[in-house]
Every structure is written in structure tokens, then in C-alpha cells.
């Protein structure tokens, strides 16, 4: 009796060790794969900077527009008026032209 208790010993033992491998690589893989493809993963990380990306474009876009404004606000402030920019403004808001003169308005 002796020998096949010690062989089933053996047997179980073998097993939980193989299958504690087995366990352990199905753990390491499961995390590998959330690692990469999860919600916090590599290809969303990469995802969100290109996001950040796309973002920071659109604000430098709208601060070069901001800017643009605020220069036009500035000339046209009566303590330094640019008589350039209120010609081109009372033409452009109040359709005043010189006679015999065409006026290209582009935008």
C-alpha cells in the first residue's frame, strides 16, 4: 500500500506545481494584455496624446486668432487710431467708397 500512496502523493504534487504555472502564466498574461490593450493601457495612453496633440494645435490656432484681434482692437483705439485700419473698416462696415474707385473686399 505504501508505494501507491506515495505515488499519489507525487501525482498531486506535480500537479499543483504544473498548475501553479500554469495559474502564474495565465496571470502574467492576463496583465500583459490589460497592460497593452486595457482602458488605462499603452494603445490608450498613446490614443490620449495624440489627443493632446490634436488640442494644443487648435489652441495655438485660436491664440495666433486672439492675437490677431487684439491687434486690430488696439489700432482701432481712439488714443491710437492707424488711419490705415478705420479707412479699412469704415469701407468694409459702412460701404464708403471714393467715386471712381473699386474696392476688393477679401476674406
Do not use: C, H, W
Not at 488696439?74 to 479707412?87: E, G, H, N, Q
Request: hydrophobic content about 45%.
Amino acid at each position: 500500500m505504501k508505494p501507491i500512496v506515495s505515488f499519489s502523493l507525487k501525482l498531486l504534487a506535480r500537479t499543483f506545481r504544473s498548475g501553479g504555472a500554469l495559474i502564474g502564466g495565465f496571470l502574467v498574461l492576463y496583465f500583459a494584455l490589460f497592460a497593452f490593450e486595457g482602458d488605462r493601457g499603452y494603445s490608450n495612453y498613446r490614443s490620449m496624446i495624440r489627443e493632446v496633440q490634436a488640442a494644443e494645435l487648435k489652441l495655438d490656432q485660436v491664440r495666433a486668432d486672439r492675437e490677431a484681434i487684439e491687434r486690430k482692437v488696439v489700432a482701432l483705439r481712439p488714443t491710437s487710431i492707424d488711419p490705415d485700419m478705420l479707412d479699412e473698416q469704415a469701407r468694409t462696415e459702412l460701404g464708403f467708397v471714393k467715386p471712381n474707385e473699386v474696392v476688393i473686399i477679401g476674406r
